[in-house]
């Protein structure tokens, strides 16, 4: 059964940093794409950034070269380092991994095209 779970989560000062990290289990991670997605009351879970099997990565564009995303393979964690946060960055914060049938490509930016979730983890960003 996999299971992700993710940590990290917290209050920031805008202009500060967080570092999220998910924790894949139950499935070799041979092949897998992670991604993390953002979730805001009234709105659907926007995508954030991807990273496919050979480690190619996926960004939003209000993200990009703020954000990095990464993989550790010996931990088994795919971690979200958010650094010169924005309150428009606040969100539940959600880990999600697939199996796509060709690891080469290209992580789909629907919510609906992943599988498996972790519980969330809430990040605030203060004004």
């Known amino acids: 059964q996999v299971q992700l779970v993710e940590s990290g989560g917290g209050l920031v000062q805008t202009g500060g940093s967080l570092r999220l990290s998910c924790v894949l289990s139950g499935r070799t991670r041979s092949g897998v794409s992670m991604a993390w997605f953002r979730h805001t009351p009234g709105k659907e879970r926007d995508f954030v950034a991807a990273?496919?099997?050979?480690?190619?990565?996926y960004y939003r564009d209000s993200v990009e070269g703020r954000f990095t995303i990464s993989r550790d393979d010996a931990e088994n964690t795919v971690d979200l380092q958010m650094n010169s946060l924005k309150p428009e960055d606040a969100g539940v914060y959600y880990c999600?991994?697939?199996?796509?049938?060709?690891?080469?490509?290209?992580?789909?930016?629907?919510?609906?095209?992943?599988?498996?979730w972790g519980q969330g983890t809430q990040v605030t960003v203060s004004s």
């Open positions: 990273i496919n099997w050979p480690g190619t990565t």
């Open positions: 999600a991994a697939r199996w796509p049938g060709s690891w080469r490509a290209t992580p789909s930016r629907d919510p609906e095209a992943w599988r498996y």
